[in-house]
């Protein structure tokens, strides 16, 4: 037996309860995270981590803002493959989305985008090769 394995012993650890906050609250953090991310980017000219949420489609910017690498534009416009247009400026949409994403407008997808990518992980961590 290895040097480490060999002086391994089993310790009970107590876990402290889950998170206080709902699955709501979690995805509305994260979305807001993920918004200052876009306001970051903004302000370097498009430099940084992460995928731009502003494309330019034909002679149009439009938005297309992602929670978990899904696009929320397509489930607002129930499977529409584009993005909808800016409004005024970026920093505006992002300010109205903030707006929205604060005032739990967005739960309801992001919630349903969250428990989908929750089923997809669990059944791929569950899939194991058969000898």
Do not use: Y
């Not at 428990?115 to 090769?129: E, F, I, M, S, V």
């Amino acid at each position: 037996m290895g040097l480490l394995i060999g002086k391994v012993e089993p310790v009970f650890v107590a876990l402290t309860g889950g998170s206080a906050m709902s699955l709501e609250e979690r995805c509305r953090r994260t979305m807001l995270r993920n918004i200052d991310a876009q306001v970051k980017k903004l302000k370097n000219r498009g430099k940084g981590p992460g995928r731009n949420w502003f494309k330019i489609v034909g002679n149009q910017l439009v938005f297309i803002p992602r929670f978990a690498n899904v696009s929320i534009a397509e489930k607002v416009s129930k499977g529409k493959a584009n993005a909808f247009p800016v409004t005024k400026t970026p920093l505006k949409a992002l300010t109205w989305l903030r707006k929205d994403v604060q005032q739990g407008e967005l739960d309801s997808i992001m919630v349903e985008i969250a428990q989908a990518r929750g089923r997809a992980l669990k059944g791929k961590a569950g899939k194991r090769k058969s000898g």
